[in-house]
């Protein structure tokens, strides 16, 4: 599933204009970035650009697993 974003555009009256692209927080909390965290756009084509972390966090990504209860059993059985 994708996270639609929308390119941001400040422009200055020196000519310095910026642009931004913000992470919805699913994004970066499953990515684990940290504030300040330098990264490296790539660009493939006109279609695609890659962000490529020089070093990635060594924290083991913890995942919660529930157990699946089963149906409780008839007490007349």
Do not use: C
């Not at 941001?8 to 965290?37: C, H, S």
């Not at 490529?52 to 699946?68: D, G």
């Amino acid at each position: 599933m994708g996270h639609p974003t929308k390119v941001q555009l400040i422009q200055r009256k020196k000519g310095t204009d910026q642009w931004y692209i913000n992470f919805p927080t699913a994004v970066a909390q499953a990515m684990e970035f940290d504030k300040g965290e330098t990264v490296e756009w790539i660009i493939e084509d006109k279609a695609n650009v890659v962000l490529h972390r020089r070093q990635v966090p060594t924290s083991p990504v913890t995942v919660k697993k529930t157990l699946r209860r089963s149906w409780p059993e008839s007490k007349g059985s």
